[in-house]
């Protein structure tokens, strides 16, 4: 336990309907689909590792997640990066340092499987993520993704 009476662990799949009511509660939209589906990858594909967490409260209730991807490969080796792909706090929680919290352990879960570099991507007109992660000593990427419209 810590100052927000929230604790860190590592996502399950019964926190299916957790995450995708945060994620709506978010962005005021279901991507129930979406998430099942990464959920199908993360938690049944053998090439990958568990890198996901939740914050949960002392009562159960799941108040933020962040996924992950460390992809494993062949014969168990994985790689030293690891993806960031999405971080959601439920908006009735937020600025009490979950946030913070779920990257920094994160970041630790990370390290003691070898990883030794994170990738995310933020919209650059997503001032409000840029600046968190930014706080969370983030840094722009030395690759761009292009894109072309077909
Ligand atoms: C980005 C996000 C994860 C941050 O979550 P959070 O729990 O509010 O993050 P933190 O509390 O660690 O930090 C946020 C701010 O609260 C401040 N804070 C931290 N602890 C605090 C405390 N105890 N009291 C007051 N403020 C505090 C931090 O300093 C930070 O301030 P800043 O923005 O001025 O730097 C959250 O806003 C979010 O989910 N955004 C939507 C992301 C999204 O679109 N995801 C895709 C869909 S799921």
Known sequence: MNQNNVKIRLMQTGDFDAVVAIDEKI?????????????????????????????????????????GEIFMGEYGIYQEEATLVTIGVDPDYRQKGIGKQLINEFMDHLRTLGVKKMYTLVGLEDAKLMHFFSANQFVPSKTINLERSI
């Not at 938690?43 to 933020?64: I, N, R, W």
Request: hydrophobic share 35%; no cysteine; proline share 2%.
């Open 27 to 67: 962005l005021q939209t279901s991507h129930s689909g979406y998430y099942s589906m990464k959920f199908e990858k993360l938690f049944k594909s053998k090439d990958y590792l568990p890198a996901s967490l939740v914050a949960e409260q002392e009562d159960g209730t799941v108040v933020g997640f962040v996924m």
